[in-house]
Nanobody, 122 residues
């Protein structure tokens, strides 16, 4: 069955970097729209970055300047490189997958990982 397992979260100082990984099994990454969502305490889960089956990527707001979504089709792993981290990036980060091209809303995604905590603090 489809399974997504995130890793790479942790605590980092402002200005630091982290790379999140999402190991996928039960399907091939290149066949699905993949997304990274994040949920800060007391807030809704919001989309951060998306990667469609044609290789195109989209980002929420100004995250494109600091975040990069990518994948390794051989290893079947999705990544999120996060640079110049800010305290407002603190959240649980979730990996999600959906077979529909262009899926963007959280309710559109059928498959989710368990999440990984990212804390940005001095």
């Amino acid at each position: 069955q489809v399974q997504l397992v995130e890793s790479g979260g942790g605590s980092v100082q402002p200005g630091g970097s982290l790379r999140l990984s999402c190991a996928a099994s039960g399907f091939k990454l290149w066949q699905y729209t993949m997304g990274w969502f994040r949920q800060a305490p007391g807030k809704e889960r919001d989309g951060a970055a998306f990667l469609d089956t044609d290789g195109s990527s989209t980002y929420a707001g100004s995250l494109k300047d600091r975040f990069t979504i990518s994948k390794d089709n051989v290893k079947n792993i999705l990544y999120l490189q996060m640079n110049s981290l800010k305290p407002e990036d603190t959240a649980i980060y979730y990996c999600a997958a959906d077979p529909q091209y262009g899926a963007r809303r959280s309710r559109d995604f059928d498959y989710w990982g368990q999440g990984t905590q990212v804390t940005v603090s001095s």
